[in-house]
């Protein structure tokens, strides 16, 4: 196990405690889900293709499009491989229109400059919306997913991610879906773990990818 993933490990036991000192509700949940279990996955180019895939779309949809894409690029996701294939072959794989558009887009970005991915590593959360918003079909959500899923960033808090609005609403009594304002107040005492706690929220509600558990994703829409 390297440095990284160790001190990874220990701030995720460190947002356990305090979520669970925050909020009773969030012991029950941890109590029940048990520890955290994301490792997040350093392929930044990968992973942002992946949460580009994964807009507006249930996580199962996601899954089986971005499986396709992972064969017929033989499960090698580069930048020049991925530009390499055309329309048709992006449509065969579930990818066409607006998505199709920004992928390429994305794609276009990381073939230019060779260290991007390492300057999106080494840049703060801030830094990294700046990089990466100006991208054609880029926006908020993507982000959070790629700070959290890569960056292994703990204080994101994905205030569109359908499956999380409706984790707060469920379990913390609202009527209805909660907007951004009720999102950023709610979640107030939980930094600087926010990511954590809306890795329960999706844990309450079915599976999590990169986090090793078996059950299947609950067909939860991203914004």
Partial sequence: M??????????LRAAEAHLSAASPVFA???AQAGPCTLTPNPDVFRVLVG??????ISTAAAKAIQA???ARLKGNVTPRRLLNLTDDDLKACGISGAKAKSIRGVAEQFARSRRFADELAAADDLAVRALLLPLYGVGPWTVDMLLIFC???TDVWPVGDFAVRAGVRDLFGFDQMPGPTEMEAVAEPWRPYRSV???YL???RGFVPQSGLEVEAAPDANP
């Fill in 2 to 11: 390297s440095t990284s993933t160790r001190s990874y490990r220990r701030h």
């Fill in 28 to 30: 029950a949940v941890i």
């Fill in 51 to 56: 949460s580009l895939i994964s807009q507006f």
């Fill in 68 to 70: 396709r894409l992972e």
């Fill in 151 to 153: 960056l292994a960033r």
């Fill in 197 to 199: 706690a809306a890795w």
């Fill in 202 to 204: 999706w844990r309450s």
